[in-house]
């Protein structure tokens, strides 16, 4: 294999791996704080999707400038989320150990949201007309890049720093961290865990948002969009280690790589045999994942 | 009460039952439909869907089944999700749960292979509008009708088309690469194209199943640009199919022929997904707005004004589905399973809306295939009204003044 075919390959790899990473970085997010896998992650993404693709092809701004609208409007969405549908089954399971309703719930969000798109928007693939980012490619030489998708690295690595910072540095990181750390010892602290549990969801949803807006460009919209990246984001979760920022990117970029590096030892039906392979690996050797720790952060 | 006087009981009640609900179903034809209305395929499920209402209006309208007593179709829809388990749980549930007198679907082979075999079992008649894996009509069934073609002689005239192409154009065409998605059809394509490729003495530089839900197919196109084929030959499913043809622009990889096998290719959404990048590449279809029968256009305007979407091939197989039905049940007189069968296997329809296919009557064989389904290829280009399919191939049906681009311009 020529070496120029490998380095366009890894280039790639880490591109797309990092989007991917991006969509794990919600659910991670909320896995870490409210400890409840959130299987309605993809619809989140689904419906980002959709108002993104709404957003641009009503108010004619650049695919990225969608970000000012989509990111508050998907936050909104998943507090409330939270609020009205999630927190009244946590406190009717209050004094169970493992509250596997909420699990359920989840489903149940993915199927109506879904079905919901469905039966309103019906089962179009949609793609952003005009699209000021189609085609847009980086040439060097024999390599090429594409343009949306570095973008989609930057804002992944940009997103991930401010989310860092944002748990690192201010009042209501630092609760949201206590929080996760120990639920009960936080509430004794005085934070309020609905609160945190709201924003934690908020945030998680909202960085489905900016994956979406990140993805609209170069993928089309349809209300099944988001199943293929749901099931991706758990493995990656898993791989990089339930609740771990850095986890979640690097997970991404593993899958990426291995979905472009791959088929140049074998078909491309193959890989995805490979990606879940290694999901049962880790799963048996190390089930905290590569950067998964009791407690996080 | 004698235990004689209490059998004679039970017997008049299951009588009585039964007579009622044989009166009940002689108002009404039940069809069951198992269609993908959701997941990967839900785009051309909902145009089978479409057709089959439009046309099921029409019969009902025009007063239903006459010999049945004025008997109107009913549509009963499940959806399998393009999951072979649940198309085979609904067909049953259809069956069993819904009473239905006859099923059609499935569209994915895969579903409609092992959704067949559940309607043989019952004995309820079976009809297949469009799902092209051979095997679905050549295990012996009694039971199962398809109308379209089957993907031997879809692969058949792709391959016949290459030659007439190279014939008439004088270029050459040596190297060939497979690229399909990796289910029951693009397998069975592929596993065809393997061996009309090696007859016609191609050398094959690429052969490359995928997963239809793939989130990035760069990697399948770098692999295609580094095998540098002269022809290209996909088999996709909608949203992989709008993906590959983006992608395969973006990365400026142009074989001297890109031709489709339908499905994906030919779904409404996929040039509005594509735009001008499926510009100049071929697809295989059934059936186009420009045919030359009487009444297609109509039956297309009439479509495109109720739906907002041309007719595509596989719409007008479900369209005429209904009417092969209709007409069946006329000849029939029963709900009679069998009588239901027989009626079918007898069909030879060439008058009405179902006239509009491209050929000249609808028969099937003794395998319950329809003998008479051809086949057409057409070009994706701009003639000045934005993009449309325009037929080319056979050339006796190419649209006058219309030559192809060929081979395909370099971008």
Redesign the interface.
């Known amino acids: 294999m020529d070496l120029i075919f490998l380095l366009q390959d890894v280039i790639n790899g880490i591109l797309m791996g990092s989007i991917y990473g991006l969509v794990a970085l919600g659910l991670t997010l909320v896995f870490g704080v409210l400890k409840v896998i959130n299987f309605a992650h993809g619809s989140f993404l689904m419906v980002g999707m959709y108002v993104a693709y709404w957003v641009v092809a009503f108010t004619g701004l650049h695919p990225y400038l969608a970000l000012v609208l989509v990111t508050p409007i998907m936050y909104i969405f998943g507090y409330l989320m939270q609020q009205w549908l999630i927190r009244p089954i946590f406190v009717a399971e209050r004094d169970v150990r493992e509250p596997i309703t909420v699990i359920i719930v989840t489903t149940g969000v993915w199927y109506v949201l879904d079905n919901l798109a469905l039966l309103l928007f019906g089962p179009d693939y949609r793609a952003l007309s005009p699209n000021p980012l189609k085609g847009e490619m980086i040439e060097l030489g024999e390599i090429l890049i594409s343009t949306p998708k570095l973008f989609g690295f930057t804002i992944t690595v940009l997103t991930a720093a401010g989310l860092y910072w944002f748990l690192l540095k201010t009042r209501m990181g630092r609760a949201i961290r206590a929080t996760s750390l120990d639920r009960d010892a936080a509430s004794l602290m005085g934070i309020s865990q609905w609160k945190v549990f709201n924003v934690a969801f908020g945030i998680g949803t909202a960085i489905a948002g900016i994956a979406a807006v990140v993805l609209v460009p170069v993928y089309n919209v349809y209300p099944t969009v988001g199943v293929p990246f749901d099931v991706k984001s758990f493995v990656i979760v898993v791989l990089g280690g339930l609740g771990s920022i850095p986890g979640a990117l690097l997970g991404g970029v593993i899958i990426g790589l291995i979905e472009s590096i791959g088929p140049n030892f074998m078909t491309s039906t193959w890989t995805e045999a490979i990606v879940y392979g290694l999901f049962l690996l880790v799963l048996f050797f190390k089930p905290s994942g590569l950067f998964g720790q009791k407690y996080d952060w | 009460m004698t235990k004689k006087s209490l059998a004679t009981a039970a017997l008049t009640l299951l009588a009585l039952v039964g007579m009622s609900m044989s009166a009940m179903a002689e108002t009404v034809v039940k069809i069951g439909n198992v269609e993908p ?4 395929s ?2 051309v ?2 145009q089978g869907k479409n057709a089959r209402e439009m046309a099921v209006e029409e019969i009902n309208a025009a007063g239903g089944i006459k010999s049945l007593g004025g008997a109107k179709l009913e549509l009963i829809y499940a959806d399998s999700k393009s999951d072979p388990n649940v198309g085979v749980t609904e067909t049953e549930r259809l069956i069993n749960t819904d009473k239905v007198n006859i099923v059609t679907g499935c569209w994915n082979s895969g579903v409609t292979y092992p959704a067949t075999a559940v309607a043989e079992r019952y004995g309820v008649p079976f009809v297949v509008p469009v799902s092209v894996r051979d095997t679905i009509t050549e295990r012996g069934f009694k039971y199962v009708f398809r109308i379209a073609a089957k993907d031997s002689w879809w692969t058949r005239d792709q391959f016949t088309f290459l030659k007439d192409m190279k014939d008439e154009f004088g270029t050459e065409l040596k190297t060939v690469a497979f690229v399909y998605e ?1 289910g029951d059809w693009g397998t069975g394509f592929a596993a065809q194209w393997k061996k009309l490729a090696e007859e016609a003495g191609y050398e094959i530089v690429l ?5 239809s ?8 196109v ?2 295609i640009r ?1 095998a540098r084929p002269d022809v290209l030959l996909l088999t996709s499913n ?2 992989d199919a ?2 590959i043809t ?1 992608t395969l ?4 990889v142009t074989p001297k022929v890109v031709l489709g096998s339908g499905g994906g290719h030919a ?1 409404p ?1 996929f040039i ?4 001008d ?1 499926a510009k100049f590449m071929f697809d295989i279809v059934e059936w186009e707005t420009d045919v030359n029968k009487p009444g297609a256009k109509e039956t297309n305007d009439k479509y495109k004004a109720k739906y907002g979407s041309n007719l595509t091939g596989e719409a007008v197989d479900a369209y005429v589905a209904m009417y092969v039905i209709a007409d069946a049940l006329e000849r029939s007189a029963s709900l009679e399973p069998a009588k239901i069968r027989d009626a079918l296997a007898a069909t030879d329809l060439k008058t009405g809306p179902a006239a509009i296919v491209a050929y000249d009557s609808i028969k099937f064989d003794a395998t319950g295939q329809n003998e008479n389904a051809a086949l057409a290829i057409v070009q994706i280009n701009d003639l000045g009204q934005g993009l449309e399919r325009i037929t080319v191939w056979p050339k006796a049906s190419r649209r006058a003044g219309y030559t192809p681009v060929f081979p395909m311009p370099q971008k």
């Open positions: 209305l959701s997941g990967p839900a785009s499920g909902q990796n052969d490359e199943p995928y997963p839900t793939a989130t990035d197919l760069t990697p399948v770098n692999k580094r909608a949203a709008v993906l983006n622009s973006d990365y400026k779904d959404t509005s997904g594509t735009s990048n």
